[in-house]
């Protein structure tokens, strides 16, 4: 018997972070970052404080004000997956006040501590709810793995090679999220992208950097870094969210991701990547009013490289104090 369809083909679904997005593309709908959607806008800075006008306080974290303002734009986006755990409390209460407003929230929580038997649970709820199944999603999973290998290949150009620049990487990774929400011509675009980029010369920069630490505001940190001379080869969540592990089944593929869970899974793929990428040092993003910020200690404390911590509240370009920071930090570093 097959499931119910309760979005006709096509539909708008916004997601507030990285999900399985597998279980969207089954469903045969369309899935549809709402963090790319409100930082690629013109509109992104007044967005922000349009959430403040609506009520938002001061002191909540840019992202979830600028989703809200987005959502306000796009009313043909027909519900919205949030992930009400492993995500951050901010976001749940988005959720709520989108609800409020009569928009459709659909929720998924990433298990905590990760559990295999509970990632099947939420995983079968999610494909229920979006009128699927786990066959339909185990082969939109193996038609998304060339894509993802052509994404990894991508990342490789950019720490071996230095073929990519890590703007660029950080661009075409941070997309995996929802695959601009048509994962054919996203995928045709990172194959052209990757024919061009295995023309150019290899290059190898003096300083090399990690970025760690959720997806920065800032509009123009990387073309910074590279005027000075620093390489950024490691974009954290990014390279989350395009699912580096192949092979995996889709709860596998889901519990080993991880932006969702503790600190220490981070720690072990940040040790792993300072080791392998040879990272000179690290730079920490953190988000104004996340609580995120708190792990910034541990970062520093483990890892054993340099690391500069910055903070960013709004889509803006860096301001002059951070610029500095990271002018002195790239001096240091430089052999
Ligand atoms: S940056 Fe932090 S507070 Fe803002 S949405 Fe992401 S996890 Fe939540």
């Keep these: 018997m097959q499931p119910f369809r309760p979005y006709p083909p096509g539909t708008k679904i916004g997601l507030t972070t990285t999900?399985?997005?597998?279980?969207?593309?089954?469903?045969?709908?369309?899935?549809?970052?709402?963090?790319?959607?409100?930082?690629?806008?013109?509109?992104?800075?007044?967005?922000?404080?349009?959430?403040?006008?609506?009520?938002?306080?001061?002191?909540?974290?840019?992202?979830?004000?600028?989703?809200?303002a987005t959502l306000q734009d796009h009313p043909e986006i027909e519900a919205v997956i949030v992930a009400c755990q492993g995500d951050c409390s901010y976001t749940q209460a988005l959720g709520e006040i989108l609800e409020a407003e009569s928009r459709q929230v659909i929720h998924f929580k990433f298990p905590y501590p990760p559990d295999r038997g509970q990632m099947g649970q939420e995983l079968e709820?999610?494909?229920?709810?979006?009128?699927?199944?786990?066959?339909?999603?185990?082969?939109?999973?193996?038609?998304?793995?060339?894509?993802?290998?052509?994404?990894?290949?991508?990342?490789?150009?950019?720490?071996?090679?230095?073929?990519?620049?890590?703007e660029e990487n950080f661009s075409y990774l941070i997309s995996s999220s929802d695959f601009e929400s048509n994962p054919e011509a996203?995928?045709?675009?990172?194959?052209?992208?990757?024919?061009?980029?295995?023309?150019?010369?290899?290059?190898?920069?003096l300083v090399r950097l990690g970025l760690v630490g959720i997806p920065p505001i800032?509009?123009?940190?990387?073309?910074?870094?590279?005027?000075?001379?620093?390489?950024?080869?490691?974009n954290e969540i990014p390279r989350q969210f395009s699912m580096p592990y192949p092979g995996l089944d889709l709860a596998e593929q889901y519990l080993r991701y991880t932006y969702p869970y503790?600190?220490?899974?981070?720690?072990?793929?940040?040790?792993?990547?300072?080791?392998?990428?040879?990272?000179?040092?690290?730079?920490?993003?953190?988000?104004?009013?996340?609580?995120?910020?708190?792990?910034?200690?541990?970062?520093?404390?483990?890892?054993?490289?340099?690391?500069?911590?910055?903070?960013?509240?709004?889509?803006?370009?860096?301001?002059?104090?951070?610029?500095?920071?990271?002018e002195a930090f790239v001096d240091v570093l430089r052999p």
């Design 218 to 234: 800032f509009t123009d940190l990387w073309a910074y870094l590279e005027e000075l001379g620093a390489a950024v080869v490691f």
């Design 262 to 326: 503790d600190i220490f899974t981070r720690l072990g793929d940040l040790e792993e990547a300072v080791k392998e990428r040879r990272l000179d040092g690290l730079v920490h993003y953190t988000q104004s009013f996340c609580f995120r910020q708190m792990f910034d200690q541990i970062i520093r404390e483990r890892l054993g490289v340099p690391v500069l911590t910055i903070e960013g509240d709004r889509p803006t370009r860096l301001d002059s104090r951070t610029r500095m920071r990271l």
């Design 186 to 205: 996203y995928a045709r675009k990172v194959e052209d992208f990757l024919e061009q980029a295995e023309k150019r010369p290899h290059r190898s920069s």
């Design 125 to 166: 709820s999610l494909l229920e709810r979006l009128g699927t199944t786990a066959r339909d999603a185990v082969r939109v999973q193996e038609q998304l793995e060339p894509l993802r290998r052509d994404l990894r290949r991508l990342d490789r150009f950019t720490w071996e090679t230095g073929q990519v620049r890590g």
């Design 19 to 68: 999900i399985p997005v597998e279980a969207v593309l089954a469903a045969g709908l369309t899935p549809v970052d709402l963090n790319n959607l409100f930082i690629s806008s013109p509109k992104a800075l007044s967005r922000v404080s349009a959430a403040e006008t609506a009520g938002f306080p001061r002191t909540v974290c840019a992202w979830v004000k600028g989703i809200y």
